[in-house]
């Protein structure tokens, strides 16, 4: 049994937990790729957090999270099957949020002058293939049901009961 958020309050709340747990780890596996993890103070770190999910958080709920909604929604299967339904806005967010926060990372990479003599399409395919990789099952197996898990644990009268 999981709980998923039903008023703006909730969905806010889900938000800020599952982009803390995709930032958080997104943005380590990337600074960890590039090398920059070790180069960067803690503060360096913080302030690029911060920045991460502040981006994070306004894309996945005004621009993706409701077009990933509006498309799971729209397919029939996602509709009768929740666990369909989930699966199914999972893999949605986690392509949007993928192609966005990958363009940031190789905006912020040329900015940085990290990609001299790299071909800024190629990085960017590159880069969304790393993240989509980590990101799907990450999504899937680990951060999503744990969210959801704990989400119920704090919501547990104010939300509705779906089986996944």
């Not at 889900?14 to 930032?23: A, I, Y």
Request: with cysteine.
């Amino acid at each position: 049994m999981s709980i998923l958020p039903v008023s703006k309050k909730e969905q806010v709340m889900f938000g800020l937990m599952m982009c803390t747990g995709m930032v958080l780890v997104m943005m380590t596996l990337n600074l960890w790729h590039t090398g920059m993890l070790s180069q960067m103070s803690v503060m360096q770190m913080l302030l690029q957090f911060v920045i991460c999910f502040a981006l994070a958080f306004l894309v996945e709920s005004f621009i993706v999270g409701p077009v990933a909604r509006k498309i799971t929604f729209s397919i029939p299967f996602a509709r009768v099957s929740k666990i369909k339904g989930v699966v199914t806005l999972s893999f949605l967010m986690v392509i949007g949020m993928v192609l966005v926060m990958s363009l940031y990372g190789i905006i912020t990479a040329y900015l940085a002058g990290q990609l001299d003599g790299v071909s800024v399409f190629n990085a960017y395919l590159h880069t969304i293939a790393r993240n989509f990789s980590l990101a799907l099952p990450y999504q899937l197996i680990v951060l999503g049901p744990l969210v959801r898990y704990v989400f119920g644990k704090l919501f547990k009268r104010q939300a509705a009961v779906v089986s996944v």
